[in-house]
C-alpha cells in the first residue's frame, strides 16, 4: 500500500511539473506568478511524506489552476482545481473534478463540478477552510516546487485550456 501511495504521488507530482521558483520563459512565467502560485503541503495528522495533503497551483492574472491531492481512510485522492483570485490573499474555487471524495463528486473524464469555496492566504500559508466565525484557518505551507514539476504542469492540454480561461470564460 506505501508503494502505491508514493507511486500516486510522485505520479501526480510528475503529471503537475509545478516549480517553487518562479523562473522560466517569458510565457511561463507569466503563470507561475501570482501570490498563490506554487507548491502547497499540509502533514497534518501524518508522518509519512506520501501521506501529506497538497495544492499545486499556477496563477495567470486572477486564474489559478492546478492539482489537488489528500489521503484519507486509506485512500488516496486526486484531482484537478480551478480558481479565481479576488486579491492577492483571497480566492474562490469555481471548479473541481478528480476521484469522487469529500473535494468532489465528478471525474475529471467527465467534465468539471462548479463549486464555490474558499481558497486563501494568512500568515503566508494557504487555507481551502474557513472557521464558523469567519476567520481564515491555513495549514498549507509553501514548499519549494521542481521547476520539472512545473514544467510538465504546464505542457499538460488541460492546464494550457485552464489558463486561457477553460472551464467557462469568468470561472
Same mark, same amino acid.
Given at each position: 500500500m506505501r508503494m502505491w501511495t508514493m507511486v500516486a504521488v510522485l505520479g501526480l507530482a510528475a503529471c503537475t511539473g509545478l516549480g517553487g521558483t518562479h523562473t522560466g520563459s517569458d510565457a511561463d512565467t507569466s503563470a507561475t506568478t501570482g501570490s498563490f502560485a506554487g507548491e502547497w503541503a499540509s502533514c497534518q495528522g501524518t508522518t509519512a511524506p506520501e501521506e501529506c495533503g497538497r495544492y499545486l497551483l499556477l496563477q495567470r492574472g486572477s486564474r489559478i489552476c492546478g492539482t489537488w491531492f489528500y489521503f484519507a481512510s486509506g485512500k488516496e485522492y486526486t =484531482? /484537478? !482545481? !480551478?480558481? &479565481?483570485?479576488? %486579491?492577492?490573499? #483571497?480566492? &474562490?474555487?469555481?471548479? !473541481?473534478?478528480?476521484?469522487? =471524495? %469529500?473535494?468532489? +463528486?465528478? #471525474?475529471? #473524464?467527465? =467534465?468539471?463540478? /462548479?463549486? +464555490?469555496?474558499?481558497? &486563501?492566504?494568512?500568515?503566508g500559508q494557504l487555507s481551502d477552510l474557513t472557521r464558523a466565525d469567519g476567520s481564515c484557518f491555513a495549514y498549507y505551507h509553501a514548499v519549494r516546487m521542481a521547476d520539472d514539476r512545473r514544467d510538465a504542469l504546464l505542457a499538460e492540454p488541460w492546464m494550457q485550456a485552464c489558463l486561457s480561461g477553460v472551464p467557462g470564460d469568468d470561472p
Open positions: =484531482g /484537478r !482545481v !480551478v480558481a &479565481r483570485a479576488d %486579491s492577492p490573499t #483571497e480566492a &474562490r474555487r469555481t471548479h !473541481v473534478c478528480g476521484r469522487p =471524495g %469529500s473535494a468532489t +463528486d465528478t #471525474e475529471c #473524464e467527465a =467534465g468539471w463540478q /462548479r463549486i +464555490d469555496t474558499p481558497l &486563501r492566504i494568512c500568515n
